[in-house]
């Protein structure tokens, strides 16, 4: 509770700091200050007068608002592009190496350490599933965004991709039908990974393009 109210409090002082925000105060303070005035007046013409400035203050302010809230959406979904090509980068890696692996397409004598290597691909995927837990420049929250948009628990993938990786340093396991089956349900979770982070690109590259043509 104390760490949510922290970060809570983190991200205002954040936002109270920024130009933009202190703008938006001093245009509400504006409405306020003329909507009251064009009530207590009592002479017509300072009162359409002080009306007239509310109303074009309320309506610059809706625009100004608007602005903001469109720039915040692409400035976010940016982000989130980039941080499924990111995942996508890790995840292909991954791949590319247990396809190899497969094919025993690999230096023989460099066994081990290409192992090591692959299992180890495994926890960079986990690593930038959770790139926002030590990234706070990102603007969202990528294990959220795992669970929501691919069925995707992000924190027991990587717990479960360390204990791969350590149980492999601890025993080096010298025949390749022993490293298949330790890799054999979370290459298909990684897989199915994929899949959903290609599909959600094309839904959000569309999305994007929607949005950038809409007047709003």
């Known amino acids: 509770m104390k760490s949510a109210l922290g970060n809570i409090g983190k991200k205002f002082g954040i936002y109270i700091r920024l130009p933009q925000t202190w703008v938006h105060l001093f245009i509400l303070l504006l409405i306020i200050v003329t909507f009251f005035k064009s009530k207590n007046t009592q002479e017509d013409d300072w009162k359409s007068l002080y009306s007239n400035v509310f109303a074009g203050l309320i309506t610059g302010w809706v625009i100004y608002f608007c602005g903001s809230i469109r720039q915040l959406y692409f400035v ?14 890790q995840v292909c890696e991954y791949s590319q190496m247990h396809s190899k692996f497969l094919k025993d397409d690999y230096d023989e004598a460099g066994r081990e350490y290409f192992v090591g290597e692959m ?61 298949v089956e330790l890799l054999k349900d979370i290459d298909i979770e990684v897989r199915d990974l994929y899949k959903k982070i290609c599909s959600d690109k094309k839904s959000l590259e569309v999305e994007i393009a929607t949005a950038q043509r809409s007047v709003l």
Do not use: T
Not at 134 to 146: L, V
Not at 161 to 169: A, D, H, V
């Open 119 to 179: 299992c180890a691909g495994l926890v960079c995927v986990g690593e930038c599933a959770l790139q926002s837990s030590y990234d706070k420049r990102m603007g969202f929250n990528s294990e959220r965004y795992c669970r929501k948009h691919y069925g995707f628990n992000a924190g027991a993938f990587y717990e479960k991709s360390m204990k791969i990786l350590e149980s492999y340093c601890e025993n080096a396991y010298p025949q390749k039908e022993d490293v």
């Open 76 to 89: 976010v979904h940016e982000r989130i592009e980039k941080w499924q090509q990111e995942l996508c980068q």
